[in-house]
């Protein structure tokens, strides 16, 4: 019914050489399609082509645009248009897969444009959203033309049911769940509790988990606190006690394998976002890593760790609630560890292999029936009358 | 200049037909593809619960209850359809077992569990299809110009909720 080998385009809207979680998600799920044999070709908008993969097309340079409380780099406009709808032609794709078709962007276009087989996957979940999915109405005939849809979450999916009124198959990010298997470093295990982001960031929630490190430190009298990831450690420090100061460490940006020990040696991984969060691929690194999670009760944190059943949430904002999460949680050796245990063993859920095969199994669903994926423009009745002139 | 502009409009309006017609189209062949698909779907995994119900996984209960299932289910009517996959859900819901398998067996229920994710996406889509051509097609300018045709209206089965 379906020959072995497929010939997937996949659209990213975000720039290519910007790091987000988008981005890396198209990454590793190209990657995976190209070592199970199928034919992939990502476009993307790209600032600096020197350090491209292989199967990357540029559609331009993007244009960077306030969106959703953050600068967003994106691309459309009628030269991208004509890019989306060459490399369309070109590549006789027998499935497109759209990466957040419902913002402005290249994958817009390529749903607007083309006839076939088409998934896209909502990866957002932001009520800022609202000013977007007020042109719904123009929107929908355009989303209704994806034959799947994937939300990345719970909360991705509800977005979607209550802006766009249509569903979609929940299947989660992936992550490598065997490569966040890391070794104990001393030197972060202990009473530590561990945190990674861009910490100056307020909706990563820091000042929040500050505010509870001198409670903590009440009861632990050994506390640490280390923070890993990019910003500049003395716009922290200096707003700070010294008292509280001297027991943070900044470690910096981390390397993948670091970051697999970091999640693996700490007392405690907490992650205090207060929102803005459709999924929290950093809980699940941390699950897989066998770190005790704690995390904020936000709706995609509560839903990665199963209200609470893979790690501990308190409630949002509430740094009272978090320090009591962690005293508890390391002065209790035997709950931590039936945590991290569980918890790695759950992480596997999003592992890669399991995600990417969901994904597929949504691509096989969606080619039935389908020829290869063509432009529009060619099925539009007065075009059809003009090949057939053309013709006699 | 007035008349430019009044066909200017009836041109747009026309597109607007046009545009219209085109993504209902779209949408009824996706309710005949998405259909076709799951009632393949629904027919192997019937057969495949046949093939176990001649296999010597099974006892012979069991084995005639599956038989009799997989029977209804192939041969039931359009409107019995709903009830005889809920009921070959059921049977097959027998074999969930915590004993291991191994042999031809084991191939069989792997292919059933494959096969039951599978018809979970299917009817996911199916039902999303369905959904949305009623729902354009209760909109006004659908109505009002016949855009759908000659076109039944399509329905939902009760069984497409819960197949599983």
């Known amino acids: ?392 | 200049m007035k008349i430019g502009a009044n066909i200017a409009l009836l041109i747009l309006f026309l597109w607007y037909l046009s545009f219209s017609a085109t993504r209902l189209d779209r949408l009824h062949h996706r309710v005949e593809t998405s259909w076709a698909n799951l009632d393949g779907l629904l027919q192997r995994r019937a057969a495949i619960a046949l093939e176990i119900a001649h296999s010597e996984l099974v006892d012979p209960a069991t084995s005639l209850i599956l038989t009799s299932a997989s029977h209804q289910a192939r041969e039931a009517t359009i409107e019995s359809r709903s009830e005889a996959e809920s009921g070959l859900s059921g049977a097959l819901g027998l074999l969930l077992t915590d004993e291991p398998v191994t042999g031809v067996e084991k191939d069989l229920l792997r292919e059933l569990g494959e096969l039951t994710d599978k018809i979970r996406v299917a009817i996911a889509l199916h039902v999303d299809a369905v959904t949305r051509t009623q729902m354009v097609r209760k909109k006004l300018v659908f109505r009002l110009f016949r855009l759908a045709g000659s076109a039944p209206l399509p329905v939902k089965y009760e069984f497409e909720e819960d197949v599983i």
């Not at chain 1, 979609?168 to 202990?190: D, F, Q, S």
């Not at chain 1, 976002?273 to 890593?289: K, V």
């Not at chain 1, 390391?330 to 759950?346: A, F, M, T, V, W």
């Open chain 1, 1 to 392: 019914m379906i020959s072995n080998s497929l010939k997937i385009g996949i659209v990213c809207p975000y720039g290519w050489d910007t790091p987000g979680g988008v981005q890396s998600h198209i990454n590793d799920l190209a990657g995976y399609l190209i070592s199970r044999g199928h034919h992939v070709s990502v476009l993307a908008p790209v600032v600096n082509e020197t350090s491209l993969p292989d199967f990357v097309v540029n559609a331009g340079k993007p244009l960077a645009i306030p969106y959703n409380g953050a600068v967003a780099r994106i691309l459309f406009g009628p030269i991208a248009f004509a890019r989306v709808k060459q490399w369309i032609e070109d590549n006789q794709f027998d499935l497109l897969h759209l990466h957040e078709p419902a913002i402005p962007s290249i994958s817009l276009l390529a749903c607007w444009a083309s006839e076939g087989a088409m998934v896209g996957t909502f990866h957002a979940s932001a009520k800022r959203q609202k000013a977007i999915f007020a042109i719904g109405p123009i929107l929908e005939p355009v989303i209704e033309k994806l034959s799947a849809r994937i939300a990345v979450s719970e909360a991705a999916r509800e977005t979607l049911t209550t802006h766009l009124e249509t569903d979609a198959v929940v299947i989660p990010n992936g992550i490598y769940a065997n490569r966040m298997h890391g070794k104990v470093n001393p030197e972060w295990a202990g009473e530590t509790i561990g945190f990674m982001g861009r910490f100056e960031e307020p909706r990563k929630g820091l000042d929040v988990l500050l505010k509870s490190l001198p409670i903590i430190a009440k009861s632990l009298p050994d506390a640490k606190l280390l923070i890993a990831g990019p910003g500049d450690p003395e716009n922290i420090l200096k707003k700070l006690n010294p008292e509280i100061a001297k027991r943070i460490k900044f470690l910096g940006r981390l390397s993948d394998s670091e970051k697999a020990d970091f999640m693996t040696s700490v007392g405690a991984y907490v992650a205090p976002n207060t929102g803005g969060e459709s999924f929290g691929i950093i809980l699940a690194e941390a699950l897989a890593g066998g770190a005790a999670v704690i995390a904020s009760d936000i709706p995609a944190f509560s839903a990665v760790l199963q209200n609470g059943k893979y790690g501990k949430l308190f409630k949002s904002e509430d740094s009272v609630s978090l320090a009591k999460c962690a005293i508890e949680l390391i002065k209790n050796p035997e709950e931590r560890n039936h945590l991290s245990k569980s918890g790695q063993d759950y992480a596997q859920r999003f592992d890669w292999d399991t995600v990417a095969e969901e994904i597929f199994e949504v691509y096989e669903m969606a080619i039935v029936g389908q020829g290869k994926v063509r432009l529009t423009s060619d099925s539009r009745p007065w075009n059809r009358i003009w090949n057939w002139s053309q013709d006699r």
